[in-house]
Structure formats: structure tokens, C-alpha cells
């Protein structure tokens, strides 16, 4: 077979350069954001909670308020009520719904009301007790600071994309230094391809990201961690964490979207809902304070087994209950610290009688093992808990938690607790891709080589009775002159013509625009497009661009074709050697030999 040496394993164009380039700011101001909300986080904190202006890391569990704790995530969610009012409705939720939505829906641009709004109401919901992360907040305001640099370059909206899930994953690898699982979190989550053009900006905002955090928010993991090795009799319990945070994943899914409903039957304007929000944090915080903020320093503490298991029990429960009914609420604030403690105090709980090793293994497992359940990324979750911790003894269970969990969720959840948000605005995710079978063909694999033309000196009135007569053989004829391509022709395009002069010609109807064509090297893909933005049948394939030598046609029937054998793989099911028989043949060779 003869081998194209400009075919290659990617489709590439000198702007991946550019479009790197322009990723490398992002993740650079990516990085910068995240420092300024984490700041605003812990100003926020200190105002509210020991009315003090302070940047100081401080956990809101310190504070010696009391009852009069209970209206501070009051105040925090009708200040966000507000902002969403009379500021930007798009500030509501926990911000990668709102990132998928404007990629897939809204060619990947945002406002600068965004990248302003909402590292500000995220920053008054958490500081004021709101049991959220910052990751969830900082993904979307990167997305918008890369949507909005790619804004002012004449860009495509595919690489308006790449650079706002550049920003996002950016941020998330600012905040807990994780580039690796940032860039998966893309792959899984946020990009919907796997391709150059976009994976490698991404990897490099991550990577710029990565080398930046040290000198702004510190280097090293944030929870180091070691763990002894895991015995076999753990490949059933890492099972077991699978199904249990699966479980999990289900229930506060369900739960927060039920919430969702109940405050959408209360008869008041969804303004006033994050202030209800607030009244359950209070009180909740007030009985629990742990449960209260983003609760990274609580992440630790169960992580390293500090907590005893009746403070943990209590934490989770008033946790996931506080987190439900505030995230329900429609306040500002992202999941993944929730979902970490969540997971992490689960598997503190369970530890003591989990069998098959170390008691400290667990708390982390479960914690990777309600990411991959609950986000539908099990890579990203198994990386993530590791560029946590650095614990390498421990990538074996929490891949095998993360992918049964994984697994669980998609058997039992049509959706997952980021799809279902969009969903509810009417816009259905379909998160399974592949390489499209368009994509690995190209149009001189498919087209057809024998082409009935018509000569552009033929007369208007003799073609019309030899081609479009009671046997016309084809819809549509390309017209050549000499063998160059002049433009194609159809019954409509002739019956427009049929009144003129007996002489006219039929290269006398096409005038000096060039026709649109296709090139033999051309993807399936990008001629299937072609035919739909004009609303052809049929395309003359030339030569080349210059010489407009015609070399065949090209139609949507042939495209079906690929499509149709696609299908013969996905479903057609064949076995060639029945298991007998092929053992039999297996052993003959076996006994002859004895």
C-alpha cells in the first residue's frame, strides 16, 4: 500500500505555538488569582469571625463568638444573594458546571464580570463559614481570565476552549499543586478531546502554574503522607471503599439536587436562598465547628488519624448535611475540599476494620475513592490524592477504589453531580468520546474515481435531455473543461436555464467564483462539515487547489459508509474458535510432544 508521507499521527498548524504561548500567560495569572482568593478567603475569615483586617490563616473552628456565630453565614449569604442579583446570576453554584457549560454552549467565552465576581462572592461565602473549596471558584475564574485574554486574538472558539480550561486547571494546580491530576482533571472533565492543539497548552499552563505556586503560596504537597503496603487480602476491601464511597456519591448527588428542587417550590426570589443557606451553616457550625470554611487544616488532621472516630462520625454527618442544603441554596463555593473531607473522615470511621493494611491507608482511599465516584475522573482522583500526599506505596488501592467507585457511579447515576446542573438547563453532556471514524479516513480512501462529466461546451438544451431526462443516472455532474474542474451541475441549476438562448453553453452559467471543492488529503471530518455549512450533497474532489485538476467525487453517501462500518464494530459480536475446540488444538501439540 502506498504510504503519504505528509499524513502523520496528529492534525497540526503553526498556531499550536501561538496558542502555547498565550497559555503560558494564563497559567502564570491562573497562579496569581488563586493567591489573591485564598488571600480574600482569609480576610474574610478574620472579618467575620474575630472582626480583625488580617490575612492570617486562620480556621474559623478558633472563633469564641458562640450563639453569635449562628448569623454570620447568614449575612455571608444574603451579601452573595446580592451580588448574584444585581451582579451576575453566572456566580451562582460551584463553578465547573458553569465552566463545561460556556464550552460546550457558549463558544467559551465569559465576562469580565466573572473573573471579578466570582473570586469575591466565592471568597465572602467561605470566609463566612461556607463549607466549600476554593478549587471550584478558582476553575472558573482562570476559565474566565484565559476566555478573556483569547477574547482579544483572532481566535477560533476551539482555541477560546484550550485556553480557558487552561486558566481553570491552572488554578487548580496553584491552590494544591497538582499539575499532573490538573491536567488530567482537563482531559476528563473540561476538554471533551485529546489532541495537541489543546493538550499541550493545558500541560504547559499546569506546568508554569506548578513552578510559580513555590513562590506564592509555598512548595511541597500539602499533606505528605506514608503509608505501608498493602497486603492482598486489601484488593477486597479497596473493593469495598469503591462500593461504599460509591454509595456515598449517590446519596449527597441525590440529596444536593433535592435540596436544589425544595428551594426552587419556596416562594421567595432566589436571592434571599443563600441566606436560608446561611441559617443551616450557623447552625451547624455552632454545634460543629470543623464542619465550617474550606477545612484544609481538618483534611490533614484526618489524613494523619488525629481525630477520634466519635468526632469524626460527627464531623461527616454535619458536614455533608450543612454542605448539601448551602451548596442547594444556589450560594458561591466549590466541591472538591467537601467531597476530600467527606471521603477522608468515611475512611477515618472505617478504618479500625478495614483488613488487609495499614489503618492509615484508608482516610485516603476513600478520599480519592469519592472523587472518582462523585466527578466521574477516576485518573484524575488517583493522581490527585497522590501529588497530595507523595504516598507512592499507595497508587495500587486508590486506583482500585477509584475505578470500582467510578464504576459504581456510572451504573447507578445517569448523571453525574456536574452534569446534572446543566442538564437542568436543558443542555444535554455526553461525556464518552472517541477517535471518530470521520477522522481516520480521508477522501481519496472513500470518494469515487470514475466520474460522469459533462463538458462545459456542451450545449444547455442537449445536456438537459442527455443527463437530466426520464433515466437521469445522477443528481448532480461535475463540468469540466479540458479536464480542470469548472463547477458542478443540477437539475435545478439547468431548469433556471432552459428559457435561454438555443446556443448557450453550459460554462457560460458559472461565472468567475471557484467552486467549492475537496482536496484528496482532506479528513472525512472536515469535508462532512463542509457539505453542512453549505448545504450540499456532493463535493468535485480536485488535484490541488491550483490546477483544479478534477479527480473524483465525494458525497455524504460515502461518509455514511464509515459510519456504518463503525457501527459493525461497536456491535456486531463474531467468535471465531469455540473455547473447546481451541483448547483441543492447544493441547494436540502437547501430547505429540509427550
Given amino acids: 500500500m502506498h504510504q503519504d508521507a505528509s499524513r502523520g499521527d496528529f492534525a497540526i498548524n503553526n498556531r499550536l505555538l501561538l496558542i502555547a504561548a498565550i497559555a503560558a500567560v494564563v497559567g502564570a495569572l491562573s497562579t496569581v488569582t488563586a493567591f489573591v482568593l485564598l488571600h480574600l478567603i482569609h480576610f474574610f ?11 492570617a490563616d486562620r480556621s474559623p473552628t478558633a472563633n469564641t463568638l458562640g450563639l453569635w456565630m449562628i448569623p454570620i453565614p447568614i449575612c455571608g449569604g444574603l451579601i452573595v444573594g446580592l451580588i448574584a442579583r444585581f451582579g451576575s446570576e453566572a456566580i451562582r453554584g460551584h463553578g465547573i458546571p458553569e465552566a463545561i457549560e ?8 465569559m465576562s469580565p464580570k466573572i473573573a471579578v465576581l466570582k473570586p469575591l462572592s466565592s471568597a465572602i461565602a467561605i470566609g463566612s ?5 476554593a478549587e471550584g471558584p478558582i476553575i472558573m475564574t482562570g476559565g474566565a481570565i484565559g476566555s478573556l485574554i483569547a477574547q482579544h486574538f483572532h481566535l477560533t472558539a476551539g482555541e477560546r476552549k484550550t485556553l480557558l480550561v487552561a486558566g481553570a486547571v491552572a488554578g487548580m494546580t496553584a491552590v494544591f499543586g497538582t499539575p499532573i491530576a490538573a491536567v488530567l482533571l482537563a482531559v ?17 499552563a499546569c506546568a508554569l502554574a506548578g513552578f510559580t505556586r513555590p513562590l506564592l503560596l509555598g512548595a511541597g504537597p500539602l499533606f505528605p503522607l506514608q503509608t505501608q503496603l498493602l497486603g492482598p487480602l486489601g484488593l477486597v476491601s479497596c473493593a469495598l471503599a469503591g462500593v461504599l464511597t460509591g454509595v456515598l456519591s449517590w446519596g449527597l448527588s441525590t440529596s444536593l439536587y433535592k435540596v436544589e428542587d425544595g428551594f426552587g417550590k419556596l416562594p421567595l426570589h432566589w436571592m434571599w436562598w443563600p441566606a436560608l443557606g446561611g441559617l443551616a451553616v450557623g447552625i451547624g457550625g455552632y454545634f460543629e465547628p470543623r464542619a465550617l470554611g474550606v477545612g484544609y487544616d481538618v483534611i490533614g488532621d484526618l489524613l494523619h488519624n488525629h481525630l477520634v472516630i466519635g468526632a469524626v462520625l460527627a464531623l461527616v454527618l454535619t458536614k455533608a448535611v450543612i454542605w448539601v442544603i448551602a451548596l442547594g441554596s444556589g450560594t458561591s463555593g466549590g466541591v472538591l475540599a467537601p467531597l476530600l473531607i ?3 473522615g468515611l475512611g477515618a470511621v472505617l478504618a479500625p476494620i478495614m483488613p488487609g493494611g495499614d489503618p492509615a491507608l484508608w482516610p485516603l482511599v476513600f478520599m480519592a475513592a469519592i472523587l472518582g465516584g462523585m466527578m466521574r475522573a477516576p485518573i484524575m482522583s488517583v493522581l490527585f490524592a497522590f501529588e497530595l500526599t507523595h504516598d507512592v506505596n499507595a497508587l495500587l488501592p486508590l486506583l482500585t477504589a477509584s475505578a470500582v467507585s467510578y464504576g459504581f457511579t456510572v451504573l447507578t447515576m445517569r448523571r453525574s453531580i456536574l452534569t446534572e446542573k446543566i442538564a437542568r438547563r436543558g443542555y444535554h453532556i455526553y461525556r464518552e468520546y472517541g477517535i471518530d471514524p ?3 479516513h480521508f477522501v481519496d480512501e472513500v470518494m469515487t474515481r470514475e466520474v460522469k462529466c459533462i463538458t462545459a461546451d456542451a450545449l444547455v438544451s442537449a445536456v438537459l435531455h442527455s443527463h437530466f431526462a426520464a433515466g437521469q443516472a445522477h443528481r448532480a455532474y461535475a463540468v469540466v473543461r479540458d479536464g480542470i474542474l ?14 435561454g438562448p438555443a446556443t448557450a453553453k453550459i460554462g457560460d452559467l458559472y461565472g468567475a467564483n471557484a467552486p467549492i471543492v475537496a482536496l484528496p488529503g482532506e479528513t472525512c471530518r472536515t469535508i462532512s462539515n463542509r457539505l453542512a455549512v453549505h448545504a450540499l450533497e456532493r463535493l468535485p474532489v480536485v488535484a490541488d487547489v491550483q490546477s483544479q485538476r478534477l479527480v473524483g467525487i465525494v458525497s ?14 461497536e456491535e456486531l459480536r463474531e467468535i471465531f474458535q469455540r473455547p473447546i475446540h481451541a483448547l483441543k488444538l492447544g493441547l494436540r501439540p502437547m501430547l505429540k510432544r509427550k
Avoid: C, H, Y
Fill in 45 to 55: 475569615t478574620n472579618l467575620f469571625f474575630f472582626q480583625t483586617f488580617s490575612m
Fill in 102 to 109: 460556556a464550552i460546550l454552549f457558549g463558544k467559551s467565552k
Fill in 129 to 133: 463559614g461556607g463549607p466549600f473549596g
Fill in 188 to 204: 476528563e472533565l473540561l476538554l471533551f478531546e485529546l489532541r495537541p492543539r489543546s493538550l499541550l497548552p493545558v500541560a504547559i
Fill in 342 to 344: 467527606m471521603g477522608a
Fill in 438 to 440: 470521520l477522522e481516520r
Fill in 486 to 499: 469548472v463547477g458542478m451541475l443540477d437539475r435545478a441549476t439547468l431548469m433556471a436555464q432552459r428559457e
Fill in 556 to 569: 455524504r453517501s460515502d461518509l455514511v459508509k464509515l459510519s456504518s462500518a463503525n457501527s459493525d464494530e
